[in-house]
């Protein structure tokens, strides 16, 4: 896609925006009071606010490989708290996705040496290997959201910060578009 594509969908979305809502930008200018607060892999499949027809102004959204929550991550951790603390965000998401391709990176033990330090922070989250049992990437997929709402709820910003605000768990499937929560589980 060429630069000149981006000014002319950017164009499109501009006009459409203003013949359904004309006072639209006037209203997005006045500041920001997202509901959520959403960490999601980088993967360009998977944009939070494309695959949930979210308005703009809904969600502050914290995007990097294979969405890890890393304490020591100082954009992440910036983030979660300028979203809790200043946004008064609501809800935490935490959205993983079938395919993942840090998932897969970290278990298949790619070597880059520029990836290394992330994809073992994604290693971390993920179960051993053992000659019993090989769990699909899908099911690893999973396995890491839940690992990184475990470490959400542990972080030290949501420690200090959280208290009423939700955090749930997501995976995304690719495959058929659907949003499935695994956390809190479903009754």
Known sequence: MKNTELKKRNEEFVQKIKAEDPSYFDELK???TPEYFLLSCS????S???ITQMPLG???VHRNIANQVVE????FSASLFYAI???NVKKIVVKGHTGCGGVKAAWEGNEDP???KWLGHIRRSLPEKTRETEPSLNELARINVLSQVEKLLKHPVYQQL???VEVSGFIFHMETGELEQIYPFAD
């Open 43 to 46: 993967d360009s499949r998977v």
């Open 30 to 32: 006045k500041g920001q």
């Open 48 to 50: 939070p606010s494309v």
């Open 114 to 116: 520029e990836l290394q």
């Open 58 to 60: 809904h969600m502050f």
């Open 162 to 164: 959280g208290e009423g």
């Open 85 to 87: 603390k200043h946004l």
């Open 72 to 75: 020591e991550d100082e954009s």
